[in-house]
């Protein structure tokens, strides 16, 4: 199975080296309370998903043009599971910070200060 990931039409999915996960905010409603007895009534009008993506570690050229892609990201599109096909999303997204960890030659590459790849995360509007 192919993973997708495009920002604003652009393909990043080669950036991604494994699979990533989605987590489902509910939007609760105005009709949400909590009744006298303690028990709260959710009123969910739907749910918006929170997708973390670990990122292989970037060159500087990859992690330029990605960190320019979130800075102006309007959408996403991705692989959900949840309805096993490519989704396309109004979103925000953001990296974690990112350290170098290794510079050879003219070769740079860009991980996060725990030896995992940068974390992008999606959220939608």
């Given at each position: 199975m192919?993973?997708?990931?495009l920002i604003d039409g652009v393909d990043y999915s080669s950036?991604?080296?494994r699979a990533?996960?989605?987590?489902?905010?509910?939007?609760?409603?105005?009709?949400t309370c909590r009744t006298l007895?303690?028990?709260?009534?959710?009123d969910?009008?739907?749910?918006?998903?929170?997708?973390e993506i670990e990122l292989k570690?970037?060159?500087?050229?990859?992690?330029?043009?990605i960190a320019q892609a979130c800075d102006n990201c309007q959408q996403v599109t991705y692989f959900d599971a949840k309805t096993n096909a490519d989704v396309t999303k109004d979103?925000?997204?953001?990296?974690?910070?990112a350290a170098l960890i290794m510079?050879?030659?003219?070769?740079?590459?860009?991980?996060?200060?725990?030896?995992?790849?940068?974390?992008?995360?999606?959220?939608?509007r």
């Open positions: 192919t993973l997708t990931l950036y991604i080296p990533y996960r989605v987590q489902y905010e509910p939007i609760l409603g105005a009709n007895d303690g028990k709260l009534h959710e969910i009008l739907a749910y918006k998903a929170r997708i570690p970037l060159t500087t050229a990859q992690l330029s043009a979103a925000k997204a953001t990296l974690s910070q510079n050879y030659g003219t070769t740079e590459l860009w991980n996060n200060s725990m030896n995992q790849g940068i974390i992008l995360t999606v959220e939608e």
